[in-house]
């Protein structure tokens, strides 16, 4: 079994909210490459070069260029993100650079390619999105799965927390709305499977050391949004009172009610 040690991995996205805690949280041993688009992150000792994946020309080159082990996406491709076209093309780019270096790939999907009828989703229920981000997902997976075999395929839930000392955008802007004294409604049959964003950070490099191939759920427990709203809150000492109690029900929103992770499998081979 290969090891964590001594892999040259580069990480797709490395200036985002994921990324940057992928950073701060590397092992020991690794040579790290550190992908980005528009301006590098500022890390001591990794070494930052310029990857646009929509440039498929100098996406190839500079792959064949650092001949990583392991590539780490969890870069948007913006502004396509829910564009499933756009998604299958970039995402068939990137495989066919990969498959002439025969690199690992780890790709960050989303609960979203789940419609949300049943919840507790294990990795081998059938997917049936919803929203275009989730066709745009579970698209890219399609790719993945009937072109490579060397991969991992992450579904992970409501990523929060905090990347380089700043909240992510929802409790960012739940914390703004708090602090002006506003009401706040939540869902509360909205369920998810909150994770921080530091825990899933650290699963994933648990899961490269483990060499683990195949698609896997990696997220906290099952929570609706109302009651995981509140108790964040709580946490930081402000008004509870503020968040309110919504429904979905008799609403004609496009939203999925349970996409719950069921993430037996990740308990059973992160012993």
């Known amino acids: 079994m290969n090891t964590i040690n001594n892999r040259r991995v580069l990480i797709l996205g490395s200036t985002g909210f994921l ?30 070069i310029k990857i646009n994946l929509l ?5 190839e080159k500079n ?6 082990n392991t590539i780490i996406h969890v870069a948007r491709i ?59 997902k579970l698209v890219a997976e399609t790719v993945i799965r ?15 927390g905090k990347s380089a000392a700043d909240w992510d955008k929802r409790t960012t802007k739940l914390l703004n709305q708090i602090k002006q004294s506003e009401t706040v409604q ?10 921080q964003v530091a825990d899933l950070a650290g699963a994933i490099w648990r899961l490269i050391e483990k060499d683990f191939n195949g698609i896997i759920h990696v997220a906290g427990k099952r929570r609706n949004i109302y009651e995981f709203s509140r108790e964040l809150i709580k946490e930081m000492g402000m008004d509870t009172n503020l968040i309110k109690p919504d429904s979905l029900a008799g609403k004609n929103l496009n939203i999925a009610p349970d996409t719950s992770l069921n993430t037996d499998l990740f308990s059973k081979i992160i012993k």
């Open 19 to 48: 990324g940057s805690v992928l950073v701060e949280l590397v092992p020991e041993k690794i040579e790290l490459w550190l992908a980005y688009r528009d301006k590098p992150i500022e890390a001591g000792g990794f070494k930052p």
């Open 78 to 136: 913006d502004p396509d993100d829910e564009n499933p076209k756009r998604a299958k093309e970039a995402m068939e780019q990137l495989v066919e650079s990969i498959k002439l270096i025969g690199a690992k790939l780890i790709y960050i999907s989303s609960d979203a390619v789940f419609d949300g009828t049943k919840g507790n989703y294990k990795e081998e229920d059938e997917a049936n999105p919803i929203t275009d981000y989730g066709r745009a």
């Open 63 to 68: 792959l064949n260029k650092i001949k990583p």
């Open 186 to 195: 939540r869902f509360g049959d909205m369920y998810r499977s909150p994770i």
């Open 55 to 59: 440039d498929y020309k100098s996406l």
């Open 146 to 160: 009937e072109n490579l075999k060397n991969f991992i395929i992450i579904r992970t839930s409501y990523i929060y």
